[in-house]
């Protein structure tokens, strides 16, 4: 399990008695993060600081302690920030600056001079938040009483990201082949990549992943078809040709497994000794969270994996699509997203089928897939894009829903969504902001958690919106 540290700032000018209250308070809420954060993070307490020295070592612990994803920080007391200093030099991991009270009332009947000391949040948090902002330490401010659900809410959302932005500075990326020829959004600067978000993007020849698809047995092959008919329904004649699949995600499952990858891309392009695209073998395992982007996609083959973990936990579908095709019927349009074959079944609002049909480009024999209608519901579309001088993150709320008609001869995995505010704007204010056409959707976030990844990650990011307006495509 992941863990969140607490660090609780006061000073060695009030006191043992004093020093005592704020070590016990803090135990106590550390119990109750705990509590409430369980099946997310842990939440480990340190020495509370009272001198510059303590602060380094908790920031340094914290900061080398690689199942920690993050630190929380509240002055129960004031805690001169310059104290702060070396520590928060130290720390390069995602930072909660909670701004709370131990106590929920004051206590008017007997409140003296030693509870204002002890409890002086409203003091001493300015000053640490002065020397974060002085500093321009990436960091999240959550304010109100540490019990109050809402707040807790928003703990429990930032621990989301801080693992989110662990799984990304640990992120290895298999690309397999090359982006496709001539393409330009979804290429992208790598070695900018590891530097920001700490993803390992390195290419393998597709042949050292059919050396694998080689090794796979019969055997092999029938556990994983077994999978398969245990998950999905069996809508084909053409059995090889699910094999084939299932051949290949041993093969990727052994491959990534045995290389520490967490994310991979392929390319229609680029197939030599396999027969079919990868099909139903991606889509499989981005149901595991793996992640994947297609056409030499690493951004948001990196980008979806990163977000899948962001989502763990929640309720809600979230993974790769395609933005493909409209229906522009006056007032109630429509896009309908998908891809040649890659939609993660999360995605699925009925059990998916099998089935095995020709693919228009590439050359090759025909590909098992999965095939569904989408979920429905609030939701959210992400990309990233290479501004050259940046990365930039572009999130549009959209609403996914019911198709309007069953597509019987679409041969493919779909989900349908409604723009916000509109289509006119919506759809305008992506394609201004130069978002891409392959994009992570989720039921599961929400531009919120978007916002803090990007703050934390120091990323522009640009958000569409119901209060998106015309005026704001205009300059
Ligand atoms: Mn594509």
Redesign the pocket.
């Known amino acids: 399990m992941k863990k969140l540290y607490f660090i609780v700032g006061s000073q060695d000018l009030y006191g043992e008695e004093c020093l005592k209250d704020v070590a016990n308070d803090a135990a106590q809420m550390t119990a109750f993060l705990n509590d409430k954060l369980s099946g997310n993070v842990e939440v480990e307490l340190l020495p509370t600081v009272e001198t510059s020295r303590i602060c380094t070592e908790n920031m340094r612990k914290a900061q080398c302690d690689d199942d920690c994803v993050g630190v929380i920080t509240w002055m129960h007391t004031f805690s001169p920030a310059k104290m702060w200093i070396k520590g928060l030099q130290e720390l390069r991991k995602p930072l909660l600056h909670l701004h709370t009270q131990a106590n929920e009332k004051l206590p008017y009947d007997s409140i003296d001079m030693d509870f204002m000391n002890l409890n002086q949040s409203a003091h001493g948090d300015r000053e640490y938040g002065f020397i974060l902002a002085r500093m321009d330490v990436p960091h999240e401010v959550v304010a109100g009483y540490y019990k109050d659900e809402e707040v807790v809410e928003k703990i429990r959302r930032f621990a989301d990201v801080a693992r989110a932005v662990d799984c990304s500075r640990n992120l290895r990326v298999a690309a397999f082949g090359n982006n496709?020829r001539d393409?330009a959004v979804?290429d992208g600067d790598r070695v900018e990549s590891q530097i920001r978000y700490g993803w390992e993007v390195n290419y393998y020849a597709l042949g050292d992943l059919v050396d694998y698809v080689n090794q796979v047995t019969d055997a092999d092959i029938d556990a994983m078809m077994a999978e398969y008919t245990s998950r999905y329904d069996m809508d084909t004649d053409n059995v090889d040709a699910v094999r084939e699949q299932a051949k290949y995600e041993v093969a990727l499952r052994r491959f990534t497994k045995d290389k520490g990858i967490g994310a991979f891309t392929d390319t229609f392009q680029d197939l030599h000794g396999l027969r079919q695209l990868p099909g139903i073998a991606v889509q499989d395992m981005m149901n595991d969270g793996m992640g994947f982007?297609?056409?030499g996609?690493y951004k948001i083959s990196a980008f979806s994996a990163v977000l899948m973990e962001m989502a763990k936990g929640r309720k809600g579908a979230t993974g790769f699509i395609?933005d493909y095709t409209y229906d522009l019927t006056k007032g109630a349009e429509l896009e309908l997203a998908s891809?040649?074959l890659e939609v993660p079944p999360s995605f699925a609002a009925n059990k998916p089928k099998i089935q095995v049909h020709p693919l228009g480009i590439g050359d090759k024999e025909d590909p098992a897939r999965l095939v569904f209608d989408g979920v429905t519901g609030d939701g959210i579309q992400v990309t990233m894009v290479d501004m050259g001088t940046h990365f930039r993150i572009i999130c549009a709320d959209i609403e996914l829903v019911k198709q309007p008609a069953p597509m019987p001869k679409l041969p493919v995995a779909r989900i349908m969504y409604r723009h916000k505010p509109n289509f006119e704007i919506g759809t305008a204010a992506w394609c201004y902001a130069g978002g891409a056409?392959?994009s992570v959707v989720s039921t599961a976030l929400t531009k919120t958690d978007i916002a803090m990844f990007a703050k934390l990650t120091d990323t522009e990011l640009i958000i569409i919106d119901e209060n998106t307006t015309e005026e704001d495509l205009m300059y």
């Open positions: 496709m393409v979804t982007g297609p056409e996609d395609e891809h040649m056409h392959h």
